[in-house]
């Protein structure tokens, strides 16, 4: 079965500029998961939806960055205007059900914002 | 949602066995405990997932005590290949409505010398 599928794998605009990640679930996975990745705070979750629907947005870090889950096959993560502040890797990933059910990563959209 | 706290960095060399140790004094009843590598570049993998007492896959072993307060993630035998930074998580499993998000800390970076 494919993975969890990603893009672009990398991404590089200028300040200002809109930015839109992509994101294709496991299929049957009813939850779906936004990281964010540096090196100085790590891992962090953005968002996660459960059956398309946002659950806890907590995580973004601003109304700079938004997600949608317009059907359960399909996932973006917008960022606009983006600033160099952003430049990080942007990990999706799913989960059959939600809690500590196995997520699956995907190998990530390395983000650089010039 | 309880907080793990493990081993930054460790090291070690090819076919030696790896211990790693992550403490959650506050895990909660409910919660399973669960182990993710990173490799460079790579999203997180799940390795291996427990309650209590002893669970062992191709990959890993992972050792709970009774009072669940601590776990150890035993990597038999390491290569070169083992190098990676390993998550240890809690959250429940996501039962009865709670999402129970997991949230990734710092990890510890093992490094596998020749």
């Known amino acids: 079965d494919a993975g969890v599928i990603q893009s672009p794998r990398h991404e590089v605009t200028e300040m200002g500029q809109e930015v839109t990640l992509r994101c294709k679930p496991i299929?049957?996975?009813?939850?779906l998961f936004w990281y964010r990745q540096t090196m100085m705070r790590g891992l962090e979750l953005l968002i996660y939806?459960?059956?398309?629907?946002?659950?806890?947005d907590s995580g973004m870090p601003e109304d700079r960055f938004s997600a949608k889950m317009p059907n359960a096959s399909f996932s973006t993560l917008k960022i606009q205007p983006s600033e160099p502040r952003d430049s990080a890797v942007y990990f999706c990933?799913?989960?059959?059900?939600?809690?500590?059910?196995?997520?699956?990563f995907g190998d990530g959209t390395r983000l650089s914002i010039l | 949602l309880a907080k793990t706290t493990q081993p930054i960095s460790m090291d070690s060399y090819e076919g030696q066995e790896v211990n790693i140790t992550c403490s959650h004094n506050?895990?909660?009843?409910?919660?399973?405990i669960t182990w993710y590598q990173q490799f460079p570049s790579q999203g997180p993998r799940f390795i291996i997932q427990?309650?209590?007492t002893k669970v062992t896959n191709e990959v890993a072993s992972l050792f709970i005590p009774a009072d669940r307060k601590s776990s150890t993630l035993s990597l038999p035998r390491v290569s070169l290949s083992d190098t990676a930074v390993y998550y240890c998580?809690?959250?429940?499993?996501?039962?009865?409505?709670?999402?129970?998000?997991?949230?990734f800390g710092q990890g510890t970076t093992l490094q596998v010398k020749p």
């Open positions: 990933a799913s989960s059959l059900t939600g809690g500590s059910q196995p997520q699956h």
């Open positions: 299929s049957g996975h009813d939850y």
């Open positions: 939806f459960n059956n398309n629907v946002p659950i806890d």
């Open positions: 506050n895990i909660a009843t409910n919660d399973y």
């Open positions: 427990g309650y209590k």
């Open positions: 998580l809690v959250g429940d499993m996501g039962s009865s409505g709670n999402t129970g998000k997991l949230i």
